[in-house]
Each structure stands twice: as structure tokens, then as C-alpha cells.
């Protein structure tokens, strides 16, 4: 078979354009964070929220769909709920009993009252902060959402382990917060393709 001068350019070209694509990294202008919180005030290292609170100049959406917080076995699950600014909050009851949520934190205030199972009230929270979630039914359930101004926040496992996808490049404040401990805050550089790991040690 041969192939005419036209031919010729097309299938050069097109050898071009393939080592091209085959030698160029795809472009994502975004990266990771990762890394380990280690809280010496805990029994493990669960639970300890990292987050980025303030991007300036940057609003985001909140989720369209509510975020659910349960109420299991005399327990809020999950007892660590971050949640971007504006988002709504479903809290179901999931126990054969009845709960009660409210909260007597004074940014956010509220009390969805008492109520029976397979019942469920809504909250938005449209302040930024730390919340305190309690029932008033029982003394010992407790949760905390903590409302943040971007959507890029964690929730470490027991090992201390956190991972955040798809940060923008960009200079930021790490926020990180634990129930049983005191607050700590480190600034980040986040450079395209790149994972960033921070570590830290959370003390009284
Ligand atoms: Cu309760």
C-alpha cells in the first residue's frame, strides 16, 4: 500500500499529537493533603477535624442534598460532623425511644424538641463555628458539628490518619480541632499535583 503526500502529513501529525499526549502529565489544578493527628489528651486519635476555614474572596455551595446525623443506640452518629457553611443537617431518630436535639451553643442556638422514631427534624447551619449537639432526654449523647467556610475539611480515623482531596493550589491556615484537646493552626503552601503531608500533635 502507499500512502500520498496528504497522507503522509496526516499520519506525521498525528504521531505528533500522540507523543504529545503520551509525554504531557494531565493538568489538575488541585492537590491532596494528608497526613496524621496525634492526640495525646485522647483515648485515640479519632475524630480530631482538620480544615481549611477561610479561602478569601471564595464562596462555596453548600451539599443540595441534607447531610444526616443519627441518633443510634443512645448515640449521635457521627459524633464528629464537619460541614461547609449553609448546609442542612437532617438529624433522624433511628432508637425505638424518644431523643431530642438541641444545641446550646450561642452562635447557633437551637432545639428541634422531642421526638419518636422514624421521625426527622432539619437544622442549617448558616454560621461558622463549633457547634455542641446534645439531647436533652439523655445527658450523656453528645456530638459536635463544626461549620467551616470551605468545603475542604477531614475527619481523622483512630489511627490519627486524614486525607483531603482536591485542594486548589494556593496559600492557606490548617485549622485543627478535637473535642478533648486544644485547638492548633499551621499555614500551607498546596502547589498543583503535588500531596502535602502535615502532621500534628494536639496537647491540652
Ligand atoms: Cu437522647
Known sequence: MTIGRQ???????????LSILA?????L???NI???????????????????????????????APIPLDQVNLTFVPHVLPVLVGTKVAFP?????RHNVFSPTPSSKFNL??????????YV??????????????AEMSAYVIVTDTPYFAVTDKAGNFSMKNVPAGKYVLKVWHEKAKP??????????RTVITNFELKR
Open 7 to 17: 497522507g503522509w502529513w496526516c499520519s506525521m501529525f498525528g504521531a505528533l499529537l
Open 23 to 27: 509525554t504531557t502529565p494531565p493538568r
Open 29 to 31: 489544578d488541585a492537590s
Open 34 to 64: 494528608e497526613g496524621q493527628v496525634v492526640v495525646k489528651t485522647a483515648r485515640d486519635n479519632s475524630n480530631a477535624v482538620v480544615y481549611i476555614d477561610k479561602i478569601p474572596g471564595k464562596t462555596f455551595t453548600p451539599p443540595s
Open 93 to 97: 431518630n433511628s432508637d425505638d425511644i
Open 113 to 122: 424538641g422531642t421526638y419518636p422514631k422514624a421521625t426527622t427534624k432539619y
Open 125 to 138: 447551619f448558616n454560621k461558622s463555628g463549633t457547634i455542641t449537639l446534645l439531647c436533652n432526654v439523655h
Open 184 to 193: 492548633t493552626s499551621m499555614p500551607i503552601i498546596v502547589e498543583d499535583n
